[in-house]
């Protein structure tokens, strides 16, 4: 029906999401029929290789869009028809609209990060930034730092292969003199002069207890921002904390992304502040 929207969110065990909530919350508030419909691979007994068909499904059946999330941001690509330059850089989608007769994919999760980080950070030193972990949500994050400025960004990985990869794509985008790679070793000489850290690997939620950075490394000059939002204060910003480090949780980032999605999805601009209430409410 016309000014209705019929949202799906596809992913692998995606049952805890607040995502639904949170969309269709805000839609009411605005007095737009929304659906926001879970789409797990898992309930749906397929396999990652099938998402082309789970997209063709969605857009025969009158889908106005899709979030994605693990494990095929990187595998819904080859099914759409173009991507937004954020998207393309990354190489990974987490938001796709279907629109005149086009399947088109978008990454919030930069865009996400960098209006947390705009406001949570207002003012903050972005001339040495340490970036840890370069999987989906650290690709965003250094897009979204060098977006908004950061001098130079040093990307760690247990994956050594997978940081330099990371640096040599966005390397081309931003400037090679702004984004390099490194092993996770090198973190205590990183974070040592660094001006921030964000810390974008799994470490802290309830599968990976604990945290990736030695406390002792962290110094009342460094900022800290987490990615993480399950739980919303991991081991990490509790010693960054107490330490003296001005520090940043996944919040914000996590909301924001679904603020963009949302007006991707219905050309509405929605209430951020409301959705971020809502969030703190869930
Ligand atoms: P991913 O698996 O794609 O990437 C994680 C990376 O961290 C991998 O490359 C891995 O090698 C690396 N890593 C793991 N442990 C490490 C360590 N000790 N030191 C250095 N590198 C290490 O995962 P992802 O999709 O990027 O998600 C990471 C976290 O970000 C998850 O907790 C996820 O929930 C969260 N996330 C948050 C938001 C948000 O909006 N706040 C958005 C996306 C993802």
């Known amino acids: 029906a016309p000014g209705a929207h019929l949202i799906g969110l596809v992913g692998a065990g995606i049952g805890p999401s607040l995502s639904p909530a949170l969309h269709e919350r805000e839609a009411h508030e605005l007095g737009l029929r929304y659906q926001y419909r879970r789409l797990d691979l898992l309930d749906l007994g397929i396999g990652p290789d099938r998402v082309g068909d789970l997209l063709a499904a969605a857009r025969l059946t009158g889908y106005t869009g899709l979030n994605v999330t693990h494990p095929v941001k990187q595998a819904v690509i080859a099914h759409l028809d173009s991507l937004s330059e954020e998207a393309a850089v990354l190489g990974a989608v987490n938001t796709i609209l279907f629109k005149g007769g086009k399947a088109v994919g978008y990454n919030t999760d930069a865009s996400g990060f960098a209006r947390s980080a705009m406001g949570g950070l207002a003012g903050a030193r972005l001339d040495r930034v340490v970036l840890l972990g370069a999987g989906g949500a650290g690709a965003a994050v250094a897009h979204a730092l060098l977006g908004i400025g950061a001098g130079h960004v040093q990307v ?76 919303l204060e991991t081991p990490l910003l509790t010693a960054a904390r107490a330490a003296g480090c001005r520090v940043l949780d996944g919040g914000r980032m996590a909301v924001y992304q679904a603020v963009d999605s949302f007006r991707l999805f219905t050309g509405t601009e929605p209430d951020a502040d409301r959705m971020l209430r809502h969030f703190d409410a869930l």
């Open 156 to 231: 760690l990985d247990l994956d050594a292969d997978r940081s330099a990869r990371l640096a040599d794509a966005l390397g081309a985008h931003f400037g090679r003199d702004r984004i390099t790679a490194g092993p996770a070793g090198d973190l205590a000489s990183a974070l040592d002069g660094a001006d921030g850290l964000v810390h974008a690997t799994p470490t802290g939620m309830a599968a990976h207890p604990g945290t990736a950075v030695p406390t002792a490394l962290l110094h009342p000059g460094l900022w800290v921002a987490e990615v993480v939002y399950f739980p």
